[in-house]
């Protein structure tokens, strides 16, 4: 009797043991099915949009009512069950044969879309700020905000925006805002100028990083050939160790703001703001414009020579001058030759005569 009933209870302990083995290969195969099977509308790239404060479970449950993820129960389980369920905000997609296992993967990874905005050489503040406004997947956070409350924003250790913020291309997600990616120009200025400063030449006429700056976003803005850079940072360098005015007009027209038009006139030209410098002595109160780093060394490492002037040719090239009456007659040549009106710089006073 007893003989038989462990044999009962061996038979049972072998068939139980054979159901749980037959339902564990069955769950391994149905799971293993499920994680390989490509998902629904897979054969197209979709995009899958990461909000901040997403969940894993959150996001599957979307998918799911979008038609893309099935059964998003066992997704969120398997997730659990193989400690994969932190996500990185931000957009990921998904190519052509992607299954839920793949689609994990992605996730896990952080590997999100990643944009691209590019910053040129001496834009103004404002045109940055109109830049980043225009970029339909970057997280808008700067949006009619004044200049001292965004700098406050940024909490960045500067009275004025203008000159500070490097241009450069930049990538960002759309987990990223207008300020990170400001404070990433920033710190990308800052390395510039600090290394190009450490190594300046020496007897140059600036009293700190920030006046070199300054400068630079001139020259910057003088430029129409990048060979020329340093040509024009000589004659400014040498015009400021005189005592000469700078009187060049991307100043004037940078004081003047809005009232400009496209045109710069007599008028302008005496019209008293800090940045008219055909009325100021020295360099205006602040950068123009963000310069680039050529224009930084140029203004470090300006040419030597003899010039004082220099005059637009019309092909974006100057003629450089070291005398007035020189000068005067290359206004005069250039003048004839482009049958246009148009402004030299830097310029005389006596020339408004």
Do not use: C
Request: no cysteine; glycine share 8%; aromatic share 10%.
């Amino acid at each position: 009797m007893l003989r038989l009933m462990l044999r009962l209870i061996l038979r049972w302990l072998l068939l139980s043991l054979a159901l749980v083995t037959l339902g564990i290969t069955a769950g391994y195969w149905y799971l293993n099915d499920y994680l390989n099977t490509p998902l629904s509308g897979a054969g197209e790239p979709w995009v899958i949009d990461v909000e901040s404060g997403s969940s894993l479970t959150k996001v599957a449950h979307q998918l799911a009512d979008q038609g893309i993820l099935k059964q998003p129960a066992l997704f969120t389980a398997y997730a659990r069950l193989t400690s994969q369920t932190s996500i990185r905000v931000g957009e990921y997609q998904l190519d052509a044969g992607d299954t839920p296992r793949t689609l994990l993967e992605r996730l896990m990874s952080g590997k999100v879309i990643y944009y691209q905005i590019t910053f040129p050489e001496g834009l103004n503040f404002k045109e940055w700020l109109s830049l980043i406004a225009g970029q339909p997947k970057l997280t808008q956070s700067l949006n009619e905000l004044t200049v001292p409350v965004l700098l406050e924003q940024l909490e960045l250790d500067i009275d004025h925006p203008e000159g500070w913020f490097f241009p450069d291309t930049y990538s960002y997600s759309a987990a990223d805002t207008g300020r990170d990616l400001l404070l990433r120009a920033y710190a990308r200025m800052r390395e510039v100028l600090d290394n190009e400063w450490q190594s300046r030449e020496d007897g140059l006429p600036y009293q700190s990083p920030y006046e070199a700056l300054t400068l630079a976003s001139i020259v910057e803005k003088e430029t129409g050939v990048g060979s020329e850079r340093s040509q024009i940072a000589g004659v400014f360098v040498r015009r400021l160790k005189k005592g000469m005015r700078l009187q060049t007009d991307p100043t004037v027209i940078y004081g003047l703001g809005d009232q400009y038009q496209g045109n710069i006139t007599r008028r302008h030209l005496k019209q008293e703001t800090p940045y008219n410098t055909y009325l100021i002595k020295g360099l205006p109160p602040t950068p123009i414009a963000m310069p680039g780093r050529e224009a930084i060394h140029a203004t470090l490492h300006p040419a030597e020579g003899d010039a004082l002037y220099f005059v637009a040719k019309g092909d974006g090239s100057h003629y450089f001058s070291a005398t007035l009456e020189e000068h005067l007659q290359a206004v005069r040549r250039y003048q004839l030759q482009r049958r246009s009106n148009y402004r030299s710089s830097p310029n005389d006073s006596s020339q408004d005569k």
